[in-house]
């Protein structure tokens, strides 16, 4: 939920260190956060979340922009340290999707019917690296697609592209499994 | 009734829609309390890194402020790093309970001594000294200027033993990497 109207006072007094301002802007964004890090298989999705907001805490100084640009920021911090683990570990971006890392969440598609997490899971999976950030910037950060491709240094014509296609192939897996 | 072209466009779009929602379902969920605090931890931290030197006492006490206790009263300088001047003790006892108001997390007074036990022996200090504190702004009698006179000179004394016996010098923390810096119109 944005913080509206009250988010320029809340990032001028997160700025000056208040917690309770800290929390609101930690409270709004965090699960997104925590979705997209999850989405892209990341192997510690908590542990980078706090790493991003480590790093909104210590760039707030720079920070310039009103709370559009202030959510991009965030998820620019985010991809950013995602990338960095993937460096650390050497390891391919299509590789990390691993299991156990979504929630064990039952969601209802818009028949009615039961999809469990495991769909989430293996439909991103099945995925172009490309396609799974630019699904994932656009869905869950809920990034305009200017956003998605300053982040990821593509063409706005090339994000469109990749996120109609990687939200067709989503839609080819969805299967309804029936709740036990 | 338009082309068939259209039709399909349409359920294209709405199934895309559906998909896209399905995906914010499975994938967006608030975090545990027990993360939260952390990582809440680990912010309030940041805030205490002055030149590389953080103060993890502070930022300890900070946290448990945002938590629900009146440990931020015991700052006899607010959240260090802050491009504003010390705030009054009263601000401070007001910003606690503004903390407390926000509902972060309705922390007991075990959690707030467990939070604080994690930034050692020094944190169960602050958190001893910020309970007087706190204690003191609740319950004196005195008012306006002489109340914050009074509350400034309790917490101010904790600081002022500390530089006599300089045994509490705030530990160093490993900053990491450089930060990550903003995007458009906030480059690097």
């Known amino acids: 939920m944005p913080l509206g109207a009250s988010f320029p006072r809340t990032l001028a007094e997160a700025r000056r260190r208040r917690p309770d301002a800290l929390a609101a802007l930690y409270r709004d964004l965090a699960p997104a956060v925590l979705g997209y890090l999850r989405g892209q298989g990341a192997a510690e999705p908590e542990d980078l979340t706090s790493d991003t907001f480590v790093g909104m805490v210590r760039g707030l100084t720079r920070f310039r922009g009103d709370e559009a640009a202030f959510r991009s920021w965030m998820f620019t911090i985010a991809h950013r340290r995602l990338t960095d683990e993937r460096r650390r570990r050497g390891r391919r971006v299509i590789d990390l999707v691993p299991p156990d890392r979504f929630p064990e969440v039952v969601v209802s598609d818009p028949q009615g019917e039961v999809v469990g997490a495991a769909w989430a899971r293996s439909a991103l999976a099945g995925l172009t690296p490309d396609q799974r950030t630019v699904v994932l910037l656009r869905v869950i950060a809920d990034l305009p697609v200017a956003e998605v491709a300053r982040i990821t240094g593509r063409q706005e014509g090339a994000v469109k592209a990749l996120h109609r296609r990687a939200l067709a192939s989503l839609a080819r897996t969805i299967s309804p499994e029936p709740v036990s | ?188």
């Open chain 2, 1 to 188: 009734m338009g082309p068939p072209g259209d039709d399909q466009d349409e359920m294209r779009l709405h199934t895309e829609s559906d998909t896209a929602v399905l995906l914010r379902r499975a994938l967006i969920e608030d975090l545990d309390p027990g993360t939260t605090r952390r990582h809440l931890d680990s912010m309030v931290a940041a805030t205490g890194t002055r030149r590389g030197r953080p103060t993890r006492w502070l930022a300890a006490a900070g946290l448990a402020a945002a938590l629900g206790g009146g440990a931020l009263a015991a700052l006899p300088d607010g959240l260090p790093n802050g491009p504003t001047s010390p705030p009054a003790p009263a601000e401070a006892v007001e910003r606690a309970e503004a903390a407390r108001e926000a509902g972060l997390a309705q922390a007991s007074a075990d959690h707030q001594q467990q939070v604080l036990g994690h930034a050692s022996a020094q944190g169960d200090e602050a958190s001893a000294h910020g309970k007087a504190v706190s204690d003191l702004a609740r319950t004196t009698e005195a008012e306006g200027r002489d109340k914050g006179q009074e509350i400034s000179e309790l917490a101010s004394s904790k600081a002022e033993d500390h530089r006599k016996d300089g045994e509490h010098r705030p530990e160093e923390i490993p900053t990491g990497k450089p930060d990550d810096l903003p995007g458009t119109g906030n480059q690097p």
